[in-house]
């Protein structure tokens, strides 16, 4: 329930000698707006206690006004909304604004939090603001959707509040990633199987066909997860852009030993195979650590879990395997990843070391129909929910 001081009432007289009841916006103590890795974080606590459904039935409105250059004229607002039914978590949408207005507002990719009743954080990615890592402007605006208060007479209270008073630089950097905190169990076949997600990993790259993988992942907007053979990043990386490629699309990449050879011994052979391939890969990226393993055939040991937890890795296994390294023809292999498909698998494919043409056809396919079943695809971090580390 909203307070007095929250919905504070001024009466005027109108030129017809009416009396009509005037209300003041919310009022705002602090706001602040910072990055944080790749999110945005706007902050704000109001005067008074208060929930985004309240404002809406006082006729209240919370938003974020960004403007951009040339001219640092308001160039999108981002406001906060009650939650849909059934759902705990406020909306947020987005209402890109040009010369001729608001356009249509669209529910936005945020999270909302609370560390009190009096103020409210919003993390959101810049695209869903439509646009990059830019510097930009900004101010909080608590305003009134009540028509009374459009144009209040003289002497009353404003019909918004903005704060700080004048817009607020917000300086961004494109953040880098540069690691991954291995979590949870040394050893993981799937997912905790939660969600409807699957991940789709690739092996013994990188390839000179790895980039016709790269290219049609982008093209259906899909994140992989590829475990890379040290050696060939030289030969096959591109002087590394494929691999920044790759994390720049929002893939990962894991270690797949500097030979694909047979570590399950663990000791010291096997720590110099995990070793200089996590060396290529961050020579290549120019920053990032993997702490995902891969060991080439599946051959794991105790010993081997424990060597590569020491090294930082979490050791990735798989739920579906369809053996296209074997060329079993295109259907067969839509047909394994397809039918044996449940949420929180790992599928098993190749990007390397032979002929992947087989598996390059069969994944429009794949991704096309377990898309429309209600999967969502993710890297192998994010369904095991890892933390990603930027700069």
């Not at 356009?103 to 869903?128: E, K, M, N, W, Y």
């Not at 390839?207 to 899909?222: A, D, G, H, I």
Request: overall charge positive; glycine content about 8%.
């Amino acid at each position: 329930m909203l307070t007095g001081a929250t919905v504070a009432a001024l009466v005027a007289v109108t030129p017809a000698g009416a009396v009509r009841t005037l209300r003041a916006p919310v009022p705002i103590a602090t706001s602040s707006m910072v990055q944080s890795a790749q999110d945005l974080v706007w902050s704000v606590t109001l005067r008074s206690a208060f929930s985004p459904g309240a404002l809406q039935h006082a006729g209240d409105r919370l938003c974020l006004l960004l403007e951009r250059p040339p001219g640092d004229s308001v160039s999108g607002r981002l406001c906060v909304l009650p939650a849909k039914p059934g759902l705990r978590s406020p909306q947020v949408v987005f209402q890109r604004v040009t010369r001729s207005g608001p356009g249509a507002a669209h529910v936005i990719a945020a999270t909302v939090t609370r560390a009190d009743s009096q103020q409210l954080s919003v993390s959101f990615l810049p695209s869903a603001a439509g646009d990059a890592y830019r510097s930009f402007r900004w101010q909080a605006l608590s305003t009134l959707a009540d028509p009374s208060c459009v144009s209040p007479p003289a002497g009353a209270t404003r019909c918004s509040v903005l704060f700080p008073a004048r817009p607020a630089l917000a300086h961004l950097h494109t953040p880098q990633l540069v690691g991954c905190v291995p979590t949870g169990r040394d050893l993981v076949y799937s997912g905790a199987g939660a969600e409807r997600e699957i991940a789709l990993t690739f092996d013994d790259g990188p390839w000179y066909q790895t980039p016709e993988f790269v290219t049609l992942l982008e093209r259906y907007n899909v994140p992989a997860t590829f475990f890379q053979i040290g050696r060939q990043i030289a030969t096959y990386g591109q002087g590394g852009a494929l691999e920044r490629r790759m994390l720049a699309d929002g893939d990962m990449i894991g270690d797949h030993t500097w030979s694909h050879s047979v570590v399950a011994g663990a000791g010291p052979f096997a720590r110099t195979q995990i070793e200089r391939t996590a060396v290529a890969i961050r020579a290549a990226t120019d920053a990032f650590t993997p702490c995902l393993f891969r060991a080439p055939y599946g051959a794991v040991s105790p010993a081997l879990l424990v060597e590569a937890r020491s090294m930082g890795y979490t050791t990735i296994q798989w739920t579906i395997d369809p053996c296209d390294w074997a060329l079993p023809g295109v259907s067969e292999i839509e047909s394994n990843v397809i039918t044996n498909a449940r949420p929180g698998a790992i599928v098993e494919l190749r990007d390397g070391g032979g002929d992947r043409s087989q598996t390059l056809t069969a994944l429009p396919d794949i991704i096309m129909t377990l898309g429309a079943r209600g999967y969502r695809f993710v890297t192998v971090t994010q369904l095991l929910q890892q933390r990603l580390i930027y700069r």
